[in-house]
């Protein structure tokens, strides 16, 4: 590719370049206006009946570091009665990865109770976990749990689909994984906006499951 042998030429490759730069930030700048006043700590979230936690891999059958952070999260908010019911969202695409079941798992070797915890099998990105969150789960108002270079993209996709929502920043350790995850994030906002703008149907809708409501009247 040749580069503009004018003075012109180049001044409008650079505006080109600007431009292209611009359109590039506009879905990542939705993301962080849309949720401004969204973010929260564990000690000053408000109180909400559920808590929603994203999937994040698992290791040999086991969560990841970085979803093992997002359950002792959950856990948290937990016993400190921020919330009732922890629904944990996750990829059970074939029959040899099940993040639910270990996510459930973990939590209940924690102390969590078997009842209080929902499972939501076809969480496969973050648009189908809040999409299924309200339409399937009947979730009206949640606190999210990730780490914080994903949490932002969650709470605006939640709310985009119809959850008054919180996030809550997990422990995330300053290494290649974080780095490659806030990357990442630049590239998955414009898919985001796309979510937000048209609400497509999650990947898997199915039925309405009261897995939610039952937890939440359970004593």
């Not at 102390?111 to 979730?139: K, L, N």
Request: proline content about 6%; charged content about 25%; aromatic content about 8%.
């Amino acid at each position: 590719m040749r580069l503009p042998g004018t003075r012109r030429g180049k001044r409008r490759a650079l505006w080109a370049v600007m431009a292209a730069c611009v359109l590039a930030l506009l879905p990542v700048t939705w993301v962080w206006a849309s949720t401004g006043d969204r973010l929260r700590t564990v000690a000053d979230a408000p109180q909400a009946p559920v808590a929603m936690v994203f999937g994040a891999g698992l290791w040999q059958g086991r969560p990841s570091p970085y979803l093992a952070d997002r359950l002792d999260t959950a856990i948290d908010l937990y016993r400190r009665g921020k919330v009732r019911v922890l629904l944990v969202t996750g990829d059970n695409g074939r029959e040899s990865y099940d993040e639910p079941d270990a996510m459930r798992d973990y939590l209940v070797a924690h102390g969590v109770p078997g009842q209080r915890i929902v499972r939501d099998y076809a969480g496969f990105d973050t648009w189908d976990s809040c999409a299924r969150g309200r339409r399937v789960f009947g979730v009206r108002r949640a606190l999210l749990v990730s780490q914080d270079f994903h949490i932002r993209r969650a709470v605006a996709l939640c709310r985009a689909a119809g959850i008054d929502s919180y996030g809550v920043s997990a422990a995330v350790p300053h290494d290649m994984t974080r780095l490659a995850g806030g990357a990442r994030e630049v590239l998955a906002a414009g898919k985001a906006v796309f979510s937000a703008a048209f609400r497509p149907d999650p990947t898997c809708l199915g039925p309405h499951e009261p897995g939610v409501q039952r937890a939440l009247a359970a004593r």
